[in-house]
């Protein structure tokens, strides 16, 4: 040992992160958190979920439990989440008192809420879709049939989004005509115009506690109809360099317009580009996510390290991308309820540039993520080509138990 050697523990980064949530995303994180040293605890109210086996500490507990809140932050060094849905007031009260939270309880209260969100995109000149209305809980109880509900609703078409809630195509109703009324919400919500899109696009970005941004290129994000889950990734996305660089600044404004907020770790703003070349903000999550999932092997710095590295005070890193890649889903198949099996996997393991992630999940369901495949390839066109190959082979279904 060399004594002359004096070392400042607390420039020493290896620490305790505290991760709100247990599903795949936060499973992600924890497994790049074993490689940087980084020890684990996490909350979750399943005890078997998929980050209770790779985690150092498991708390069973909701996540609105005030108590199992304040024991997650009181074992550990920073705490973040991996979901959004969490009781906001019990963590403001906690980063009151001084415990490091990221991104801010306060503003996660703010995206939480999507009708206050979309308001903050107005009031700060973000491109967006134009609110036409709302509707709460107490006049949706006053209505006694549809041809009442339609005085309070805008004219069709339009799109329904739940306040909160709402994650994984739930919480959202597009109402084109008067018989999609039968899709309408019956819950706290507010109504937006129905855009004409031609591409849906996100942008992921990173901004740690100095203000310093890192940022990602466009992903296009192509959806299932059925479910409304993200079904196919494209990174980079096929649009032009001019498209890029402006959806690319539209995101920065975003993160911009929550300098008051300590708004530090990953963030992903979706976006619609009109018909008519527009791009519009969508919706934001303050989180790691599904559109990133592709930058784990595409990319020199994944979205999950670069998320640990912003909450926990390590220098940012590159995030440029070395290969072209799509990433799909695999959701459970309709009509499989059970233990979860997959049919296809030799041709997964068979596809050169294949990369699967399987999430863990003790039981599947209709159109339930239960992991994903990255394929990269020399070009978008052979690995989108190699991505429909796969997804026409493969199903998530149920096995005898």
Same mark, same amino acid.
């Given at each position: 040992? #060399?004594?002359n050697?004096?070392?400042?523990?607390?420039?020493?980064?290896?620490?305790?992160?505290?991760?709100?949530?247990?599903?795949?995303l936060?499973?992600?994180l924890?497994?790049?958190?074993?490689?940087?040293?980084?020890?684990?605890?996490?909350?979750?109210?399943?005890?078997?979920c998929?980050?209770?086996?790779?985690?150092d500490?498991? /708390?069973?507990?909701?996540?609105y439990?005030?108590?199992?809140?304040?024991? %997650?932050?009181?074992?550990?060094?920073?705490?973040? !989440?991996?979901?959004?849905?969490?009781?906001? #007031?019990?963590l403001?009260?906690?980063?009151?008192?001084?415990?490091?939270?990221?991104?801010?309880?306060?503003?996660?209260?703010?995206?939480?809420?999507?009708?206050l969100?979309?308001?903050?995109?107005? /009031?700060?000149?973000?491109?967006?879709?134009?609110?036409?209305?709302?509707?709460?809980?107490?006049?949706?109880?006053?209505?006694?049939?549809?041809?009442?509900?339609?005085s309070?609703?805008?004219?069709?078409?339009f799109?329904?989004k739940?306040?909160?809630?709402?994650?994984?195509?739930?919480?959202v109703?597009?109402?084109?005509?008067?018989r999609?009324?039968?899709?309408?919400?019956?819950?706290?919500?507010?109504?937006?115009?129905?855009?004409?899109?031609?591409?849906?696009?996100?942008?992921?970005?990173?901004?740690?506690?100095?203000?310093?941004i890192?940022?990602?290129?466009?992903v296009?994000?192509?959806?299932?109809?059925?479910? #409304?889950?993200?079904?196919?990734?494209?990174?980079?996305?096929r649009?032009?360099?001019?498209?890029?660089?402006?959806?690319?600044?539209?995101?920065?404004?975003?993160?911009?317009?929550?300098?008051?907020?300590?708004?530090?770790g990953?963030?992903?703003?979706?976006m619609?580009?009109?018909?008519?070349?527009?791009?519009?903000?969508?919706? /934001?999550a303050?989180?790691?996510?599904?559109?990133?999932?592709?930058?784990i092997?595409?990319? !020199?710095t994944?979205?999950?390290?670069?998320?640990?590295?912003?909450?926990?005070?390590?220098? %940012?890193?590159?995030?440029?991308?070395?290969?072209?890649?799509?990433?799909?889903n695999?959701?459970?198949e309709?009509? !499989?309820?059970?233990?979860?099996?997959?049919?296809?996997?030799?041709? /997964?393991?068979?596809?050169?540039?294949a990369?699967?992630?399987? !999430?863990?999940?003790?039981?599947?369901?209709?159109?339930?993520?239960?992991?994903?495949?990255?394929?990269?390839?020399?070009?978008?066109?052979?690995?989108?080509?190699?991505?429909?190959? %796969?997804?026409?082979?493969i199903k998530?279904?149920?096995?005898?138990?």
């Amino acid at each position: 040992m #060399n004594k002359n050697l004096r070392v400042d523990v607390s420039s020493v980064p290896l620490k305790t992160v505290g991760i709100i949530g247990g599903g795949q995303l936060g499973k992600m994180l924890a497994l790049k958190a074993k490689e940087m040293g980084l020890k684990i605890i996490a909350l979750d109210k399943e005890p078997n979920c998929p980050i209770s086996s790779i985690c150092d500490e498991f /708390i069973a507990g909701s996540l609105y439990d005030k108590e199992k809140l304040e024991k %997650l932050a009181k074992l550990t060094d920073v705490v973040t !989440y991996e979901i959004e849905h969490t009781d906001t #007031n019990s963590l403001k009260y906690l980063e009151e008192l001084g415990f490091k939270i990221f991104p801010s309880p306060r503003l996660l209260e703010l995206i939480n809420d999507k009708l206050l969100q979309k308001e903050h995109l107005l /009031i700060y000149g973000i491109p967006t879709s134009k609110i036409l209305g709302k509707i709460d809980n107490e006049t949706l109880t006053n209505i006694e049939s549809q041809n009442e509900l339609k005085s309070f609703i805008p004219n069709f078409p339009f799109v329904q989004k739940a306040r909160k809630g709402g994650y994984d195509g739930r919480g959202v109703a597009v109402i084109k005509q008067e018989r999609d009324l039968d899709k309408f919400l019956k819950i706290d919500s507010y109504f937006e115009e129905l855009v004409d899109i031609e591409k849906e696009l996100a942008v992921l970005l990173v901004r740690d506690g100095s203000g310093n941004i890192v940022i990602y290129p466009v992903v296009e994000m192509v959806f299932d109809d059925r479910s #409304n889950i993200l079904d196919m990734l494209i990174s980079p996305a096929r649009i032009s360099d001019e498209i890029s660089l402006r959806a690319q600044k539209i995101a920065l404004n975003v993160i911009k317009s929550f300098d008051g907020f300590n708004a530090v770790g990953v963030f992903v703003i979706e976006m619609f580009l009109t018909k008519n070349g527009d791009i519009l903000v969508n919706e /934001i999550a303050p989180r790691v996510h599904n559109s990133g999932h592709h930058t784990i092997e595409s990319c !020199y710095t994944s979205q999950f390290e670069q998320h640990l590295r912003a909450i926990t005070n390590l220098p %940012l890193g590159s995030t440029k991308q070395h290969t072209p890649a799509v990433m799909i889903n695999l959701l459970g198949e309709p009509g !499989y309820t059970g233990k979860p099996g997959i049919i296809g996997l030799e041709d /997964i393991l068979r596809t050169e540039g294949a990369h699967l992630h399987w !999430y863990g999940k003790e039981r599947t369901a209709p159109f339930r993520k239960m992991g994903h495949i990255t394929i990269l390839a020399d070009d978008i066109k052979s690995a989108i080509d190699k991505a429909r190959e %796969l997804k026409s082979r493969i199903k998530i279904v149920s096995v005898p138990e």
